[in-house]
């Protein structure tokens, strides 16, 4: 007990006296929601919207004011001709535009069916589809409307409603908390352990730890018990900030979330160990660091780009990747409330995985040894 | 069972390099003992081997008493080791850097208080105390992680090159210790490129291409061969192994004087 004691207060020292490392350890979550919270969305909010209205009329102008009527629309232009709307485009000026006809209250009014058509900036084709279906929806809930007060009741109506579940105001900010977690955690855990074992070759303190009684397990454990213990404080710093400046809900239990971000930290711990094993540099243990942990964890966990779109090599991939699963069951106990009834399944295998991982990561270790 | 070290034909290879050659020596308890060699003669391998870091491959050793093979933790409580780079953490202050080690070795906290006032007064550390070491001078920082390598009474403590890169004056003051320490009782290893260093020893080894090419007092060596220094003694062992393939499992045809036993 007491070396391993008088090894975690060594590590200690060298967290709270290393600068850099800890503006890092204490930013870097706290930077890290606000970027991706604010700056990094992709919920559709002030669409800038232009219309085409060649010639306006009660029609025109009711449907018009449909639009300016809600937040999610903000009207920049209403030009003439369709040719105008170009270069509105180009220049950014409008993300999406509305081409209503000639004669839109007569049409309407024959029940002739009125030509519209919807044209949006498809740069970014997520954000494309969102806004078409926005608009699909302004003129659906006109259209309805109209039939109404017709009282038309020969025409057979299906009035299909939509509900987004565990997430109805499609907030990114809820989608990407999960995965931030997983990506501050990662960069705390296999990095910092990376670095910090390497540092201790590049010094030759390792050697002293190594020819001293110390059995590798407790060397190790030295190690990852701070680096563990930052990731939890980490882990909720996240979720409480999240909450506070987003809203981002925890509905299922705090206490399961923070055992399964112990797990994920100790996989990436594992990773840190890993790489910390073949590198003799400060600079290549964070160039492997990484590669094998960071890299994987950020783009094949889920967090940014959606697993199912990929390639069968990735997605096979990505199924060893510790984050993935995490990602996936962080964001099930936030934003779905569910328990390890549904979740044992993918509890299981980011455990295994944390097992494995620090086995071969120990035994790595000890081989370094012989 | 006096013996601080016993090396029986202890031999390590890697792959098909014998890094180790088939090394016999002892060193006596309170001895200071010199392990010299050219860079890559083998004299790393052969400490770490001692100090229960690698398993050997063939031969036998046992260190204060217990066996390289079965007994490296035992080993590992008996010995102190102080390399090149002194092994202290040079953010943290001399007194944390001796509780550290301190705790690794299993001592009370009470021991732990008395040896560093004890450590820190005799060698003159009182008022920095409580700086970070990479403050200090090189030579006080070589002095105190020798004294730290001492610091749980060991029997034995290596020393990898302790003096590489610290001056004439500083090296003279740390052979003081090192003969103070021997004076305890305690049995001193030390490698070193220094040949004036070499003199100082009790007895010494000369390791060429892995094996021991002389081993003896530095008069007594001298005699033999022949030769007015230890200085010209090693450049006449080493220069056959230099000059020819890096890689060569016979010692020189033309190696004169008494070098152990060709294979």
């Known amino acids: ?370 | 069972m006096n013996r601080a070290i016993e090396a029986n034909e202890l031999t390590r290879r890697f792959g098909a390099f014998t890094a180790v050659d088939r090394i016999s020596f002892d060193v006596r308890q309170g001895e200071v003992f010199g392990f010299l060699g050219a860079n890559g003669a083998g004299k790393t391998t052969a400490i770490r081997m001692l100090t229960g870091l690698l398993t050997p491959s063939g031969g036998s050793a046992r260190v204060a008493g217990h066996d390289v093979y079965t007994e490296g933790e035992k080993i590992k409580r008996s010995i102190g080791y102080m390399s090149q780079r002194f092994s202290l953490y040079e953010d943290l202050s001399p007194r944390e850097n001796i509780r550290l080690y301190g705790g690794i070795y299993d001592l009370t906290a009470p021991e732990i208080r008395e040896r560093t006032a004890a450590m820190l007064s005799r060698l003159g550390l009182e008022s920095v105390g409580s700086r970070p070491v990479r403050e200090l001078p090189v030579g006080w920082r070589q002095k105190l992680a020798f004294s730290v390598a001492l610091l749980h009474r060991p029997s034995i403590v290596f020393l990898d090159e302790p003096t590489s890169g610290v001056d004439p004056v500083t090296r003279r003051q740390f052979w003081e210790l090192i003969y103070e320490a021997a004076a305890r009782g305690t049995s001193v290893l030390v490698t070193t490129h220094y040949m004036d260093e070499a003199e100082y020893c009790d007895r010494l080894s000369i390791m060429v291409a892995g094996r021991i090419a002389a081993l003896g007092a530095p008069a007594e060596l001298k005699q033999q061969h022949g030769t007015s220094s230890i200085d010209d003694l090693f450049v006449r062992l080493a220069r056959p192994a230099v000059s020819e393939q890096p890689i060569r499992l016979a010692p020189p045809a033309q190696d004169k004087g008494e070098s152990k036993g060709p294979a």
């Open chain 1, 1 to 370: 007990m007491s070396p391993l004691v008088a090894l975690l207060r060594k590590e200690t020292y060298h967290i709270r006296r290393d600068r850099r490392t800890l503006v890092v350890v204490l930013a870097l979550p706290v930077v890290q929601v606000l970027l991706f919270g604010s700056a990094i969305r992709t919920d559709v909010d002030r669409v800038r919207l232009a219309i085409v209205d060649p010639a306006p009329d009660e029609a025109t102008l009711e449907l018009r004011n449909r639009f300016t009527a809600t937040d999610t629309f903000r009207l920049v232009a209403v030009v003439p001709r369709a040719s105008d709307l170009d270069p509105l485009f180009r220049t950014s000026q409008a993300q999406a535009g509305v081409v209503l006809p000639v004669g839109f209250a007569e049409d309407l009014a024959g029940r002739s069916p009125a030509p519209v058509q919807i044209i949006v900036d498809a740069t970014d084709p997520n954000t494309g589809s969102v806004l078409r279906a926005y608009i699909e929806a302004v003129i659906r809930g006109y259209e309805l409307e109209q039939v109404r007060l017709k009282a038309d009741t020969t025409t057979i109506q299906i009035g299909a409603t939509s509900r987004m579940r565990f997430n109805p105001t499609r907030e990114s900010s809820n989608v990407f908390v999960p995965g931030l977690m997983a990506f501050v955690l990662t960069i705390l855990a296999s990095l910092m352990t990376a670095i910090s074992l390497t540092r201790e070759k590049e010094t030759g303190t390792i050697e002293a730890l190594l020819v001293s009684p110390l059995r590798p397990w407790s060397i190790i454990l030295g190690k990852v018990l701070p680096y563990l213990a930052i990731g939890v404080v980490a882990a909720v710093a996240i979720i409480v900030e999240a909450r506070l400046v987003f809203g981002v809900p925890l509905r299922g239990s705090a206490v399961l979330l923070i055992f399964e971000a112990v797990l994920f930290i100790l996989a990436s711990l594992a990773l840190g160990i890993l790489v910390s094993t073949r590198t003799y540099s400060q600079r290549v243990a964070t160039m492997g660091a990484m590669l094998i942990s960071m890299l994987p964890n950020i783009l094949l966990s889920g967090f940014i780009f959606p697993i199912e779109s990929m390639p069968l090599l990735l997605r096979v991939i990505s199924q060893v990747v510790p984050g993935q699963w995490f990602v996936t069951i962080a964001r099930g106990i936030m934003l779905k409330g569910v328990g390890l009834e549904y979740l044992w399944k993918e509890t299981l295998v980011l455990g295994g995985i944390a097992v494995l991982l620090l086995a071969v990561s120990t035994r790595a270790f000890k081989a370094r040894l012989g």
